[in-house]
């Protein structure tokens, strides 16, 4: 892929796009911050369970 076939893929990605509404943009916020939720729960539980077995 040339340069020019990558420039031409990006102008026909911003001629696909379109702002998002606010249902929309709020629902993407919504499960954004479960995924950052859940990762940190996760790496909380496994530090945990780190010092607790390997002190």
Do not use: H, P, Q
Not at 8 to 19: C, E, G, N, P, T
């Amino acid at each position: 892929m040339g340069a020019r076939d990558f420039f031409r893929s990006v102008a026909a990605v911003f001629r696909l796009s379109r702002k998002s509404d606010r249902e929309e943009f709020m629902l993407y916020l919504k499960l954004v911050a479960l995924g950052v939720v859940v990762i940190g729960t996760i790496g909380f539980i496994v530090r945990l369970l780190g010092n607790i077995f390997f002190g």
